[in-house]
């Protein structure tokens, strides 16, 4: 495996503010990797969500549910799925409280129910249509991540009562439901010991909330220019935004390229 490996996020990092990927950023992985610099994604999107962008960059590994499936070379190295039994206590809530939820193994997701504004809203904004319906699919598949649809202090209560999860806020009607302790870092540990590659050799691009510990624990973390200032506190480096080649300049100012 080569001796420097880079992970990309997928929104605000390798996609613009229209969920577009520029033709700079095609470019600059495709430089990349002819340079032998190894190239993968960290993404809290599940692998079918973003199997194009993959296909267009020639990716083959990956970390998807913020580092609950992790993939090396097409292979997976690395799963931390939900836990049922606490999934299930929770969707029971969520049902009283009347909040939706989407479930998502690595193949699918399902809706608990149709017609959900927040779900349109909140998927809307990736560009992504309403999902099927199954509110019992996560008793057939294992689930790496789930999708709570609520607002604002309306989550609190599950903190409270669900502590077997994180919630990681990305939308307004919207949060990632992910195993406690999990985050992108720990998928990337996993993968990085697969690939045998050393952590000092590691660099990683991110934007949001979910990239806090990516971008603090790896050797390089580089923030976006439109990153969160939690993200740009801890990092190596702040770029400019997506919008202005923000992950080309940065790839030449720390020397991948």
């Given amino acids: 495996m080569t001796k420097k490996l880079a992970f990309f996020d997928i929104d605000g990092t390798l996609l613009d503010h ?3 990927l520029p033709q700079s950023t095609i470019d600059t992985i495709r430089k990349l990797q002819d340079t032998g610099v190894y190239c993968a994604i960290a993404t809290g999107r599940a692998p079918f969500m973003y199997k194009e962008i993959r296909e267009q960059l020639g990716i083959s590994s990956f970390i998807s549910f913020n580092g609950q499936y992790a993939v090396l070379e097409g292979e997976p190295v690395y799963k931390n799925p939900l836990k049922y039994e606490e999934l299930a206590s929770l969707h029971k809530k969520a049902i009283s409280n009347n909040h939706p939820v989407i479930f998502m193994s690595d193949e699918n997701m399902m809706a608990t129910r149709p017609g959900s504004w927040r779900i349109e809203q909140a ?3 990736l560009r992504f249509d309403y ?3 199954d509110d019992r699919y996560y008793e057939k598949r294992e ?3 789930s999708l709570l649809f609520c607002e604002g202090e309306e989550i609190e209560s599950y903190r409270q009562t669900h502590r077997a999860f994180d919630y990681i806020r990305w939308h307004k009607y919207s949060c990632d439901i992910i195993p406690s302790g999990g985050s992108k870092s720990e998928g990337i540990r996993k993968l990085i010991e697969s690939a045998d590659v050393a952590m000092e050799n ?3 691009f991110g934007d949001g909330p979910n990239d806090v510990e990516m971008i603090r624990d ?4 580089i923030a976006m220019g439109n990153a969160v200032p939690q993200v740009k506190a801890v990092s190596d480096y702040v770029t400019d ?3 202005k080649d923000g ?3 940065a790839v030449y100012e720390v020397g991948l390229l």
């Fill in 18 to 20: 229209d969920k577009k």
């Fill in 123 to 125: 998927l809307g904004s």
């Fill in 131 to 133: 999902p099927e319906v």
């Fill in 143 to 145: 689930m790496y991540q």
């Fill in 202 to 204: 590691v660099y990683a």
């Fill in 218 to 221: 790896v050797g390089t973390g």
């Fill in 241 to 243: 935004d997506v919008s």
């Fill in 247 to 249: 992950l080309t300049k």
